[in-house]
C-alpha cells in the first residue's frame, strides 16, 4: 500500500504526515521534493529515532505547497496542532522573561513574559534574561535606585514607599515631568547596557549612607555593586557594535543533537540556553524546525549567525529578520564558542539525558509492551473529599511519557462524599463529552488512581459515550502506605504483574503521586485563597442572593468563621446561621 501510495507522490514541496495503526500522526515534516522526501524513508538504510518512527509508520499524507517556506509554515501549525511524538517539541511552553520599563501612566519596571507582552507606545523591553531571578533582581534594584510607581492601581494618599523614598508620590502628587524625563534616561541607558551609570550610582549610595552611618544599608548596596560587576565580566564580548544578535550552534552525535543559543544585547551577552534531544537521522530539518518554534515564543532579534548547514534563506523569510553564517572575525569566534558549548553540554550530559529518556519515553514504551498497544497520551484521575461535602477531582496527562502540564484539568464535583463510584463517573463524562463536542484529543490509555471501583466508573462512562473500544481504562492500585502497588487491567479485572525495579513501575508510580499532588493542591488553593463562594455552595439554605450578601458582608472564610452566630444571623435567617457556623466550625479543623 506505502509503495503504491509512494509513486504517486509528486516532486514538489510540502509538508507530510506520518501516521501509525491508529491514524494517529507521529510525525510532521517538510521537504522541497516530497516524493524523494518520503522515499528516503522507507528505501534507505535508516537508524535511532528514524528507525524507531520508520517500524510505526502504516500510513502518510502530504500537503502541497507552492514555496519551501509555505510547507515550512505549514509544518510549524501542523506541529502545534498535533503535537506528534516524534518532532522535537518545546516542551517548556514559557517564553523567556523581559524586563518592560512603561512610561505611562506613570513609569513603572516589571519581569515580564514574551508571550504575554502587549505591544504599544511608550513601552520599552529588554532582554531576553535566561535566568528570571537575574531579571527580577535588576528589576528589584533599580526599583530601589529610582522612584517608580511600585504599588498596583490608583491610591487615595500616599504608601510607604514614599515615605521612604522610593516613589514620588504619583496617586496624588503633581509630579514634574523634567525629573521623571530624567531618571527614565537613566533606567532606559542602563538596562541597554551602560554598567557606569549603575555603578556610579550605587559607589554614590554607598557613600552616602557610611557617612550617616548606615553601615548596613551600605553593605546591601556593597553586595550589589560586586554582583554587577561580576555579572559585567561575564557579559564580555568582542563585538564592539550594539546590534540585537542571537548565535545558534550544535552538535550532533549517537542520535542526539545538542543545540547552543547565545543571546547578545547591545554588545552583550546576557545569557545562554542548551537544549539537548533525540532526532532523526536528517536532523538538519530537525534543527530548523526548532528555531521556528522556539521565535514563535521569543524576541526575534534584528540578526541570527548560524550555520551554512540550514537554510538560511528560508530562516530568514520565515522569521523577518537577517540569517547569516561567518567565516572569520569576532563572530565565527562566537560561533565556534557555541559549537564548543554544545559539544561540551552533550558529553557532560548524554548518560543523564539517556537515563532520562529510559524514564520517560523508554518507559511509556515499556507500558505499551506490557499492555500490548500503542499509547501516545495518559489521562489519570483523582478524586478526593474536601471539608465535609465537598468533593474535587483533578485530571492530568502524559504524553510519551512527560507531563503535558497545559492539558491538567481539575473538577469541582456535586455528588456526596466518600462516592468514588459516582464522583469518577461525572468527572469523566464531564470531560469526555466535552472532548467529543470539541473534537479535542484523546487519550488511548485512562488510569484511575484507585481499583475496580472507578475502573468500572469510567468504563460506564466511555460506553456511554461510545468510546468503550477506543479507550482503555486500567486502575493503579494501591497498598496500604498510599504507593502503587499493581496495575489492573480494566478489559480482564486481572491484576497485572510489575517488576517493582522497572522503569514502567517508577513511571506509574510518578503519575499517581502527579495527579495526587495535583488534587490535593487544588484544595489547598481554595482553602488557602478562602474560596469562600465555592464552600457556601455546599451548606443547605444558601442561594446566590444570601451568598452575595454573606461574602459582602464577610469577604472571607476566615472572618466569618470568627463570627458568631447572632453577627451571621444579621445576614440570613437564624436557622441558616447555625448551619453556616456548624459547617465552618468542621471545615477549619480540618
Known amino acids: 500500500m506505502l509503495k503504491e501510495k509512494l509513486e504517486l507522490v509528486p516532486h514538489l514541496p510540502g509538508s507530510y504526515q506520518m501516521k501509525d495503526k491508529n491514524g494517529v500522526i507521529i510525525y510532521v515534516g517538510k521537504a522541497k521534493d516530497l516524493k524523494n522526501r518520503l522515499t528516503s524513508y522507507f528505501t534507505g ?77 511608550g513601552k520599552h523591553l529588554f532582554g531576553p534574561y535566561v535566568n528570571a ?70 559607589m554614590s549610595l554607598i557613600e552616602m549612607h557610611s557617612n550617616n552611618m548606615n553601615y548596613e544599608v551600605a553593605l546591601e548596596l556593597k553586595q550589589e555593586l560586586d554582583n554587577v560587576k561580576i555579572v559585567m565580566e561575564r557579559q564580555k564580548v568582542e563585538l564592539h557594535d550594539l546590534v540585537n544578535r542571537d548565535v545558534v550552534n550544535y552538535y550532533f552525535e549517537n542520535g542526539f543533537i545538542s543545540i547552543e543559543l547565545f543571546f547578545i544585547r547591545n554588545g552583550k551577552l546576557v545569557g545562554q540556553k542548551n537544549n539537548i534531544m533525540p532526532v532523526s537521522d536528517d536532523y538538519i530539518d530537525d534543527i530548523e524546525t526548532y528555531i521556528g518554534q522556539f521565535y514563535s515564543k521569543n524576541e526575534i532579534p534584528k540578526e ?202 517508577h513511571y506509574l508510580t510518578r503519575i499517581q503521586d502527579e495527579v495526587h499532588r495535583y488534587t490535593i493542591n487544588y484544595h489547598r488553593t481554595l482553602r488557602s485563597k478562602g474560596s469562600i463562594s465555592s464552600i457556601l455552595d455546599n451548606i443547605e439554605g444558601i442561594g446566590e442572593v444570601r451568598k452575595k450578601d454573606l461574602i459582602k458582608r464577610f469577604g472571607s472564610v476566615k472572618k466569618m468563621s470568627e463570627a458568631t452566630v447572632q453577627e451571621i444571623a444579621e445576614v440570613v435567617p437564624l436557622n441558616v446561621a447555625e448551619n453556616i457556623c456548624k459547617y465552618l466550625t468542621d471545615f477549619m479543623n480540618k
Open 304 to 505: 541570527i549567525i548560524t550555520t551554512a548547514e540550514l537554510n538560511l534563506e528560508i530562516l530568514s523569510n520565515l522569521l523577518n529578520t537577517k540569517v547569516i553564517t561567518v567565516t572569520k572575525g569576532s563572530k565565527k569566534k562566537l560561533l565556534d564558542l557555541a559549537l564548543d558549548n554544545a559539544r561540551i553540554s552533550l558529553k557532560n550530559n548524554f548518560e543523564t539525558i539517556s537515563r532520562q529518556i529510559m524514564r520517560t519515553s523508554g518507559a511509556n514504551e515499556e507500558l505499551e509492551e506490557l499492555l500490548n498497544m500503542k499509547i501516545h497520551r495518559i489521562d489519570s484521575f483523582d478524586n478526593s473529599n474536601l471539608f465535609g461535602s465537598f468533593a474535587v477531582s483533578g485530571m492530568v496527562v502524559y504524553k510519551n511519557g512527560q507531563p503535558s502540564k497545559n492539558d491538567y484539568r481539575k473538577y469541582k464535583v456535586s455528588v456526596d462524599i466518600n462516592d468514588d463510584y459516582h464522583t469518577m463517573k461525572e468527572v469523566t463524562y464531564r470531560r469526555y463529552y466535552r472532548a467529543l463536542v470539541e473534537e479535542s484529543e484523546l487519550p488511548e490509555l485512562i488510569l484511575a488512581d484507585g481499583g475496580i471501583t472507578q475502573v468500572n466508573a469510567i468504563k460506564e462512562t466511555l460506553e456511554s459515550l461510545g468510546l468503550d473500544k477506543k479507550i482503555k481504562v486500567c486502575g493503579m492500585v494501591k497498598n496500604d502506605k498510599h504507593r502503587t502497588n499493581d496495575l489492573l487491567d480494566g478489559d480482564t479485572m486481572e491484576l497485572i504483574p510489575i517488576d517493582r525495579t522497572s522503569n514502567v513501575f
Open 45 to 121: 538504510r535508516v537508524t535511532g529515532k528514524t528507525k524507531k518512527l520508520v517500524s510505526e509508520i502504516v500510513d502518510f499524507e502530504y500537503i502541497i505547497t507552492s514555496t519551501e517556506l509555505e510547507s515550512f509554515i505549514l509544518e510549524l501549525n501542523l506541529i502545534k496542532k498535533y503535537d506528534p511524538k516524534y518532532n522535537i517539541l518545546l516542551r517548556d511552553d514559557k517564553s523567556y522573561p523581559y524586563i518592560q520599563y512603561k512610561k505611562d501612566p506613570y513609569p513603572t519596571l516589571k519581569v515580564v513574559r514574551y508571550l504575554h507582552i502587549k505591544k504599544s507606545n
Open 133 to 202: 531571578y537575574a531579571a527580577r533582581r535588576m528589576v528589584n534594584l533599580l526599583n530601589r535606585l529610582y522612584p517608580l510607581k511600585k504599588c498596583e492601581g490608583a491610591k487615595k494618599e500616599v504608601c510607604l514607599y514614599y515615605h521612604i523614598h522610593e516613589c514620588l508620590g504619583y496617586c496624588v502628587k503633581k509630579i514634574d515631568n523634567n525629573h521623571v524625563d530624567a531618571m527614565e534616561k537613566e533606567i532606559l541607558s542602563i538596562l541597554n547596557g551602560n554598567d557606569e551609570i549603575l555603578i556610579n550610582k550605587l
